[in-house]
């Protein structure tokens, strides 16, 4: 659990860093078994979104965790990281609005990481 949050910290800062959109982290773990954590952001173009994805994927295996998992890098425009605890997906304005996953995990907690 420690370690869940610890890599959501680094992830938040990565995704800030690169100017990410509308960062928002939801604590899934009393709705699921997937992950303890989902991150959603998104860039303005496909050019954003994989320098998103790139700052946040060298800043988690800087800190010593391994990602799992990438889906949709090519493309652009959903691309999905999964670091087993945590589950970081990045997408451009568009198809974030078209999925709509806050409203998919609505019954999970939003962490406002400002506090």
Known sequence: ????????KIAYQALDDKLAE???VIDI????????YFMIANGT??????AIV???QEELEKAGYQMKQMEGYR??????LDFNDIIIHVFDKE??????????????VEI????
């Not at 198809?95 to 999970?108: A, M, S, T, V």
């Open 95 to 108: 198809n974030r609005l078209f999925y709509d996953l806050e409203r998919i995990w609505k019954d999970g």
């Open 54 to 56: 790139d700052n946040v």
């Open 75 to 80: 493309g652009g425009s959903w691309v999905l």
């Open 45 to 50: 173009n496909k050019n954003q979104v994989q």
């Open 1 to 8: 659990m420690e370690q869940a949050l610890d890599m959501v």
């Open 22 to 24: 509308d960062i928002k």
């Open 29 to 36: 773990r009393g709705i699921s078994v997937v992950a303890d």
């Open 112 to 115: 406002n990481m400002n506090e």
